[in-house]
């Protein structure tokens, strides 16, 4: 299961309102960085075979395969802390991420 807090999904909602042809969000996982993964984030204009599709807060978020392992339970927020806003991913299965916060590894 992949959610969004009540933050995320009002952002996204706004993001998404004016997309044709787009079903929601993709998330996924790629190697980068030094500690191995980063996140992906795109708009989901198709499901493809093996993807999970989830609904959270009125948001369709996709996942492929190759990534549910590392993302599943997953929350997502939007954080607004004075000037910045940026995400937040509160990935369970995360053990440890680089200095910088750009990747992480989950064994």
């Known amino acids: 299961m992949i959610t969004l807090t009540d933050s995320a999904s009002i952002h996204f909602k706004k993001l998404l309102q004016d997309k044709v ?3 929601g ?3 996924g996982v790629k190697t980068a960085g030094c500690s191995g993964l980063s996140y992906t984030l795109d708009f989901a204009t198709d ?3 093996g993807d999970q599709q989830f609904e959270s807060k009125g948001i369709t978020v996709v996942v492929d395969a190759s990534s549910f392992t590392v993302l599943e339970g997953t929350e997502i927020d939007w954080v607004q802390q ?3 806003q940026y995400l937040k991913f509160n990935n369970p299965n995360v053990k440890g ?3 910088c916060g750009e990747s992480f590894s989950t064994g």
């Open 25 to 27: 969000l993709r998330l």
């Open 21 to 23: 042809g787009v079903l």
């Open 97 to 99: 991420e680089c200095g």
């Open 47 to 49: 499901i493809q075979e």
């Open 82 to 84: 004075g000037l910045n």
